[in-house]
Nanobody
Framework: QVQLVESGGGLVQPGGSLRLSCVAS????????MGWNRQAPGKERELVAT???????NYADSVKGRFTISRDNAKNTVSLQMNSLKPDDTAVYYC??????????????WGQGTLVTVSS
């Protein structure tokens, strides 16, 4: 099976940092455009950051200057470094993107999510 699996979430104090990781597993040949999304309780899911296959990045205004998205194509991973975390960053974070599967071809995938809680 082909899937995205997030990890790295947890409880952190305001002003702290966390690094999230997303691993594409299965018969993955390559990753294309990828991104991170989040959904807070009672709110709609929002796009946090994106990174193209060539490394171009974009960020939501709410996280610009604090979050950094990166990728390691050799390891089929996408990371999100989160610094200066605020309580408003509390949400379930989801990895999302398009991959080329050696068996099934081009696919769009969503991870299961990892919970980030920012609280003192």
């Amino acid at each position: 099976q082909v899937q995205l699996v997030e990890s790295g979430g947890g409880l952190v104090q305001p002003g702290g940092s966390l690094r999230l990781s997303c691993v594409a597993s299965g018969s993955i040949f390559s990753m294309n455009d990828m991104g991170w999304n989040r959904q807070a309780p009672g709110k709609e899911r929002e796009l946090v950051a994106t990174i193209t296959s060539t490394g171009t990045t974009n960020y939501a205004d709410s996280v610009k200057g604090r979050f950094t998205i990166s990728r390691d194509n050799a390891k089929n991973t996408v990371s999100l470094q989160m610094n200066s975390l605020k309580p408003d960053d509390t949400a379930v974070y989801y990895c999302n993107g398009r991959v080329y599967d050696a068996v099934r071809g081009n696919l769009e995938l969503w991870g299961q999510g990892t919970l980030v809680t920012v609280s003192s």
